[in-house]
């Protein structure tokens, strides 16, 4: 946990009920518009991370380094997380994420109008597939607007804190 605060990245973990990690979501603020090699995620130590109050000064993007969730509330627990960052701060301006399974990139690259940045090493099946082939993961760069104008999305917001709550209860 050191090395994550001395790096500024914010972890959020999930523990059901017998305090077992069933998520986790990792992420932090770069300036916008990175080049792809300052957001490797084989080298966090040389991403120019800022400072969360930072972010609120100045355009950023969000950069998701990993999610997990070994349960559906914890995913969807994350991706409320993800959804509320991005209306609380104004100043972002990109969702960065790294995918690692085809079904999260198939979601931003079929609704929204999301830039492939990088691919991970090739693999020989599972990961994510892109241009027929398969790699350990897929780096997306997508608008914060065109996230949060996607109807099902916009429909939320007004509830986002609520229905972080109830599934947080659960």
């Known amino acids: 946990a050191g090395d994550i605060q001395q790096s500024k990245m914010v972890l959020n973990t999930f523990s059901d009920s017998s ?3 069933v998520g986790h979501l990792l992420y932090g ?5 990175q080049e792809a090699s300052s957001l490797d995620p084989n ?3 040389a991403c120019p991370f800022l400072d969360q109050e930072k972010s609120m000064e100045q355009p950023v993007d969000l950069y998701v380094i990993s999610t997990f969730g ?3 509330t914890p995913r969807m627990v994350s991706i409320m997380f993800m959804l509320d960052i991005l209306c ?5 301006k990109n969702l960065v994420l790294n995918c690692h399974d085809h079904e999260a990139y198939a979601l931003f690259e079929t609704s929204t109008d999301c830039e492939l940045i990088s691919k ?3 693999i020989p099946f599972g990961g994510v597939k892109v241009f027929g082939k398969h790699y350990k993961y897929a780096q997306i760069r997508i608008k914060s607007e065109s996230i949060l104008a996607l109807k099902v999305i916009s429909n939320i917001i007004p509830f986002i ?3 972080i709550q109830s599934l947080l209860e659960d």
């Open 19 to 21: 305090s077992m990690l």
């Open 43 to 45: 080298q966090l130590s």
């Open 120 to 122: 991970g090493n090739e």
């Open 88 to 92: 609380q701060n104004t100043r972002i």
């Open 70 to 72: 070994s349960l559906p």
């Open 29 to 33: 603020f770069v300036p916008i518009e």
């Open 161 to 163: 804190q609520d229905y």
